[in-house]
């Protein structure tokens, strides 16, 4: 079994590329995914969600509004933190959880697992290669304007918010260019599988 980091910055493109990944034969964990699970209405981590941050961050039918929460804790790193414990250690749970069913059924498998916040949680050294999913933080900003709605000041918020993308770099086993055509795109995404597909036959866990 082979663990693998997919990251990159906010509106990079990552869920593009695990797809793409998918579709050549890997499982993808998709902690988005995960962190709306354990939050869902009546879930523990609802409930200290809504114990901590307020009623007034709901939708009508009681999910949290993400936009409205995002304002909040965007704006206050230390909310944003209090956040994080909350329900990070929930992610991890789940996340563990999904590894080892696919451990069971497949001992060789490539396991792609899809984490914005990777490097500035210090998790790159829990996976075995790390994915780097590279766009520029002006085409970052005009996605999150285009796909979310969020205006000029709001976008760039969200973005200071995490580590520079460009930082990231040095701690990728390989990098992206999301912003080639998707041809090139995909291209690359078989290339690294390939290369994949060769580490995970000589991983000592294997053996």
């Known amino acids: 079994m082979l663990i693998v980091g997919l990251t990159g910055g906010i509106a990079s493109g990552k869920t593009t590329v695990a797809n ?5 034969g890997a499982y993808i964990i998709d902690v988005d ?3 709306r699970e ?5 879930k ?3 409930q200290e969600v809504i114990k901590t941050f307020g009623e007034e961050i709901l939708n009508r039918d009681k999910t949290i509004n993400r936009k409205k929460l995002g304002d909040i804790v965007f704006s206050d790193g230390e909310k ?19 590894i080892n069913q696919i451990k069971e059924k497949d001992k060789e498998a490539i396991i792609i697992i899809d984490i914005p916040l990777l490097i500035e949680a210090n998790q790159q050294k829990t996976v075995d290669k790390v994915i780097l999913v590279y766009v520029s ?3 970052q900003i005009e996605r999150l304007i285009k796909r979310d709605g969020f205006n000029l000041e709001e976008a760039k918020k ?7 993308i460009e930082s990231k770099k040095k701690y990728a086993d390989y990098i992206i260019n999301n ?20 580490e995970v036959k000589k991983a000592p866990r294997n053996l």
């Open 44 to 46: 523990l981590g609802w």
């Open 137 to 139: 933080p002006q085409t």
């Open 158 to 164: 969200r973005i200071f918010a995490q580590m520079p």
């Open 20 to 24: 793409m990944f998918k579709n050549e």
């Open 179 to 198: 912003e080639a055509p998707l041809e090139m795109v995909r291209k690359e995404v078989k290339s690294i599988f390939q290369a994949l597909k060769i």
């Open 33 to 35: 995914k995960i962190s």
């Open 38 to 42: 354990v939050v869902e209405p009546g």
């Open 80 to 98: 944003r933190r209090i956040l994080e414990k909350i329900i990070h250690p929930k992610i991890y749970s789940e996340k563990q959880k999904l």
